[in-house]
């Protein structure tokens, strides 16, 4: 069977049928409705939550959180029911902020902004990218019930109601993606989030993806609670990206509830298999966020199995965080030496290379298909290089063996293997 990707810098492959399992991805849907008639009706209809027209005044500083353009989120179309909904309550243009909630990842430009927002949004107002690096821009918000101390973008502080835009799927640190996640880590300095993240390095994926409730979120919530998340408004999208549904209110409340329907989209029911090629459509910019590849896979990989990790990764690594090309991907026990020598201090990479390495270096072997990574590199990270795809599968059955099992996952940025 001939298997092809997202990516047209990236040929596809011939898999023997004898070996393939299967070619999974996410689920379509036959829903018709519009966007904007869907955040309305999630907007006139909160879950958990009073109304905005009970909860604003006219006079109110409103700031509204959005997600960068590493989500697939319809951020502009989502705008363009909320902002003329806000001026009919009486709140005026200039009171109105957009902050995007970048994490750590580097700063958005002008045209991505407008790519994401829209023109019209970007020219009338007042938008902003957070910079967590920059202590002068957060404060300090309180602490979690476990002890981790909460500090943010202080506009969040400076503003009486703050709204937080995003979408719902699968997510190895938090289980899911979306709620007050736009907060921590969207809003939230290094520190907090490092030590967040840090708690889901601690336990496997399958203690985590796919569960809503878990050590991760609850502190995520408790962050987002302190530095005042009011009302969230977040979709959840099938295969092509379209809004299936619209949740609004609580960020606990109306984020439950998307994720037992983002559940049902991104959940699929996947074989384990001796050998998995993974892309990681749609978080194709950087290694940073094609992880999420790598992620998914480790509930399909048999042990010693073969992981292949399909992905363009245009702006390579990870700009914003050299620390992954010095160290690679390590062991749990590695990380921590590292921690301990203040070797490395930022938690969230910390997360990240134990994540990752705990698939492709304890559990299983990684291969990677990358154009914009050199051979040099990958093997620096702990990856085998191959050129093509097929060059990557046919090592990987000459280590396994003839009879070796293959599953591909596709749109694997965001799917949720159930076994």
Request: with cysteine.
């Amino acid at each position: 069977m001939f298997v092809d990707f997202y990516y047209q810098e990236i040929e596809g492959l011939e898999i023997p049928d004898e070996n393939l399992l299967g070619v999974f991805k996410p689920k379509l849907t036959e829903n018709t409705a519009d966007v904007e008639s869907l955040v309305m009706e999630a907007i006139q209809n909160p879950i958990g939550s009073d109304k905005l027209s009970e909860r604003l005044k006219p006079s109110d500083k409103i700031l509204i959180l959005s997600d960068d353009n590493t989500r697939s989120t319809p951020v502009d179309k989502i705008l363009k029911v909320l902002l003329p909904y806000l001026q009919e309550l009486g709140i005026k243009k200039e009171n109105i902020t957009i902050l995007m909630a970048v994490g750590t990842h580097r700063p958005m430009s002008r045209s991505e902004l407008v790519d994401k927002l829209g023109q019209y949004v970007v020219s009338e107002y007042n938008v902003l990218n957070h910079l967590w690096d920059k202590e002068e821009q957060n404060m300090y918000y309180g602490k979690t019930s476990r002890g981790i101390e909460v500090w943010g973008n202080k506009l969040l502080h400076e503003s009486d109601f703050i709204i937080g835009l995003g979408h719902i799927v699968p997510h190895r640190v938090a289980g899911f993606s979306g709620g007050g996640k736009i907060v921590q880590p969207g809003v939230a300095n290094g520190k907090s989030t490092g030590e967040t993240h840090w708690l889901s390095a601690l336990v496997s994926g399958s203690e985590i993806m796919g569960k809503r409730d878990n050590i991760v979120r609850e502190q995520i919530d408790e962050a987002a609670r302190l530095m005042g998340l009011n009302f969230i408004i977040n979709v959840v999208q099938d295969l092509k990206g379209k809004v299936v549904r619209v949740f609004a209110g609580d960020l606990v409340t109306a984020h439950r509830a998307g994720c037992e329907l983002a559940k049902e989209v991104y959940g699929v029911r996947i074989p384990k298999a001796d050998i998995v090629i993974t892309d990681s459509y749609p978080a194709d910019i950087e290694l940073w966020q094609a992880a999420k590849g790598i992620y998914s896979s480790e509930l399909v990989v048999k042990e010693e199995g073969y992981v292949i990790l399909v992905t363009p990764c245009p702006e390579g690594v990870a700009k914003t965080h050299p620390e992954i090309e010095k160290f690679g991907y390590l062991f749990l026990k590695e990380t921590e030496k590292l921690i301990e020598k203040k070797e490395l201090q930022e938690l969230s990479v910390a997360a990240h290379l134990v994540h990752v390495g705990r698939v492709i270096k304890e559990k299983a072997h990684g291969i990677m298909v990358c154009p914009n990574i050199s051979d040099e590199l990958k093997e620096k990270l702990g990856f085998i290089p191959a050129a093509s795809v097929q060059e990557a599968l046919a090592y990987a059955l000459d280590k396994k063996g003839k009879n070796a099992s293959i599953v591909v996952m596709l749109h694997a940025g965001e799917i949720l293997p159930i076994n």
